[in-house]
């Protein structure tokens, strides 16, 4: 029964995390490409769900399209108006412009859609079904945020390691200048790596508007910072890290909400920061880079002692 | 006779930048009080307190290069320990009954005065930022701005989930009433001096040569945690104090009050004006106050008797901050200090560059060279490399 309970646990967490790997993913992309940490990239979320309510007596399919189109395009915009006059300037002041970006979206959604009495999107009553398998509760929706995170993840990677778009991207993730000067477009680079990420937000969005419910301005700042935070504990600078720390943060969260006794439940972000603030210093370039660290200690530890017995 | 009129000019000009910023903080301190407005000693009042966050800001990113997202928790810490220690104790026992006896015994009974709970305030902040600051200091660029905002995140949690001892999300009341703008113009103008008088130290002097670059300082053997984690308490120590400031102010606030919202207005207040420099903390807060404060004005008197949309104001706000930023990547003030008139006059504008000596000012053009917005490419078409090495 105990056992049954911690796995219960174990799949919220799970589904949770998956969904702020995918996040992570996305901030991860613009990071590496241009040093930026975007924080308007909660607000393509807050955009992508109003986008959703408006769209909602359309049927599944077409809201889920429109969703997409929307966030993409919005996406690709800021990089226009906002952030592509900046992109010599110092890291510091990338961020200050995508928090002028994050709050200006979320003032016009005070002054317009997010105006008047709450709004939300129904969840369909499809998704909420739920399944006993193993004596486990899974809901539709807890299936298909793993799926979709696992096929986002796949992707992901396919079109970076496939694509020559992709394999641009990566080129100037390593080194922005060198890979112009062997003729890859700079703006065409950043533009796109905008679109993927605007892709990912919207597929966030749905996933994360479908599970709440709720609508507001604000609505895309926690998801933000979880994410954002999780993709530095993994390491930023590259994908599979942030990914692997968007997902451990989602999980640690999670994992510690529903096991501190119920007059602590309210420190959970507390303890979680705490987690945050230790990973930080054991491995201030990422979970991933660590990981690796300790791997090659291991391997030539272990490939001195063949040596020794050979 | 000369020499002591030479001597006098060296110490003026070495003083120069705070005795400029401190002499406009008096003028606005002396207009307030002239004026006899009530609308307007709020908003100088806001200016006040604000422009102490950003100088702790500017002593310990702008010096460092390590951005900070945490010292406004260190701000509430200081806010609601200098509150506690001036309530009344009658109202405390109403309100804290159920306060933990450890604190209880010595909080309850508390009543100092502002100078004495400002001093409290800044060693609790002080305290707390020299326990958080062994983890920062070993960090930098991206995972230390990280780790700051956890700070901020977990002070806030505490705080909301506490109160017993902080009155958790509701509004803390009945804090005396006991900051006058003419306290704070003091306060600020002594941590003006501090800050410049730390910038110009070998501590600040070290600490700036690691931001240019870490590997070079470390080789000339500074020891650049050390040096971090000195300006990281500094700071901390100057947001408790803005935080006693605060709570006797407004004499009711709440946790809400020191959290994100907070965080960015201070930072963009930095980065507006110029991170490297105290006049480019002065400078972007009066500049992002006013645009602030005026589009609010707007908001609620209307114009031209047209009534915009409430949240105009702040639309306004970030459109201002994003055309600056466009305009000046590096700030309003670029980094420089005041400049000294002799050195305008002499040199033209474009030397009169820094207020300190010459391998200062060598070293910042050098810094401040390839990233000026003049010295990029002149097709614009196309970006040039952000560094990678960046510290953030």
């Known amino acids: ?310 | 006779m000369s020499s002591a009129v030479a001597l006098g000019r060296r110490y003026l000009r070495a003083a120069w930048t705070p005795i400029v910023l401190s002499a406009v903080i008096v003028l606005t301190w002396a207009i307030v009080e002239y004026a006899d407005s009530v609308t307007l000693e709020e908003d100088v009042m806001r200016l006040f307190l604000w422009m102490l966050l950003v100088l702790a800001w500017q002593l310990f990113s702008g010096n460092s290069g390590v951005m900070s997202f945490g010292h406004v928790a260190f701000m509430a810490a200081g806010a609601y320990f200098s509150a506690l220690l001036t309530m009344s104790p009658t109202l405390k026992e109403i309100n804290f009954a159920d306060m933990p006896e450890f604190l209880a015994s010595w909080i309850q009974p508390a009543e100092l005065g502002l100078f004495a709970s400002m001093l409290a305030a800044g060693a609790l902040a002080a305290v707390l930022a020299a326990i958080f600051g062994i983890a920062v200091a070993r960090l930098a660029g991206i995972a230390a701005a990280i780790a700051t905002l956890a700070i901020l995140v977990i002070m806030f949690t505490f705080i909301v989930q506490t109160p017993s001892v902080t009155g958790g999300s509701d509004v803390l009341v009945g804090v005396p009433r006991e900051t006058t703008p003419g306290n704070v113009a003091i306060a600020l103008v002594v941590i003006i001096f501090a800050v410049y008088a730390f910038k110009q130290s070998r501590h600040g002097m070290r600490l700036r040569a690691s931001r240019e670059n870490q590997e070079a300082a470390q080789s000339v053997a500074v020891n650049v945690r050390l040096e971090r984690y000195i300006a990281f308490v500094i700071a901390g120590l100057i947001c408790g104090v803005a935080g006693a400031l605060y709570a006797h102010y407004f004499s009711g606030f709440a946790a809400a009050d020191f959290y994100f919202e907070l965080t960015f207005i201070v930072v963009a207040m930095l980065v507006v004006g110029g991170m490297q420099s105290v006049a480019g903390a002065v400078v972007g807060t009066y500049f992002l106050t006013i645009v602030y404060l005026t589009a609010r004005r707007g908001e609620v008197d209307g114009v031209f008797g047209m009534e915009p949309p409430s949240g105009t104001a702040n639309l306004l706000v970030a459109i201002a901050l994003l055309l600056v930023l466009i305009l000046r990547p590096n700030g309003i003030t670029g980094g420089r200090e005041v400049p000294w008139p002799g050195a305008l006059r002499r040199r033209g504008p474009v030397a009169a560059s820094a207020a300190g000596t010459v391998p200062e000012e060598v070293k910042e053009a050098i810094a401040a060279g390839p990233s000026r917005p003049d010295a990029a490419p002149a097709s614009g078409a196309d970006a040039t490399t952000p560094t990678s090495g960046e510290p953030l």
Not at chain 1, 46 to 60: E, K, L, N, P, Q
Not at chain 1, 238 to 245: E, H, I, M, Q
């Open chain 1, 1 to 310: 029964m105990i056992g049954a309970i911690d796995f219960q646990v174990g799949v919220d967490a799970v589904s949770f995390g998956a969904l702020f790997a995918v996040m992570a993913l996305g901030l991860a992309l613009l990071f590496g490409v241009m040093r930026l940490m975007n924080f308007a990239y909660g607000e393509l979320i807050m955009v992508g769900g109003y986008t959703m309510y408006y769209t909602r007596d359309f049927g599944a399919l077409p809201m889920i399209l429109i969703t997409i189109v929307v966030v993409v395009f919005v996406s690709v915009l800021m990089e226009l108006i906002a952030f592509r006059p900046v992109r010599h300037a110092a890291p510091v002041t990338l961020l200050i412009t995508s928090f002028a970006v994050s709050f200006g979206l979320q003032q016009a959604a005070f002054m317009t859609v997010a105006r008047g009495r709450q709004k939300g999107v129904e969840p369909y009553p499809w998704l909420t079904d739920q399944h006993h398998i193993a004596g486990l509760r899974l809901s539709n929706l807890d299936v298909l945020t793993l799926l979709v995170a696992a096929g986002l993840l796949i992707g992901m990677t396919l079109l970076l390691k496939r694509t020559t778009i992709g394999m641009q991207l990566r080129a100037s993730t390593e080194d922005y200048q060198m890979a112009r000067l062997v003729g890859i477009r700079g703006n065409r680079v950043i533009s796109f790596a905008f679109a993927i990420t605007g892709l990912l937000a919207a597929a966030v969005c749905i996933l994360y508007v479908l599970r709440t419910g709720s609508l507001s301005a604000t609505m895309g700042v926690t998801p933000l910072l979880i994410a954002f935070v999780g993709g530095a504990i993994g390491g930023l600078g590259s994908l599979t890290g942030a990914a692997l720390g968007g997902f451990t943060l989602g999980v640690v969260i999670n994992t510690i909400q529903s096991s501190l006794p119920v007059d602590l439940s309210g420190y959970t972000l507390m303890f979680a920061f705490l987690f945050v603030i230790v990973v930080l210093v054991i491995a201030p370039n990422g979970l991933l880079d660590l990981t690796r660290k300790v791997w090659s200690a291991v391997t030539t530890r272990l490939g001195a002692l063949d040596r020794r017995a050979a």
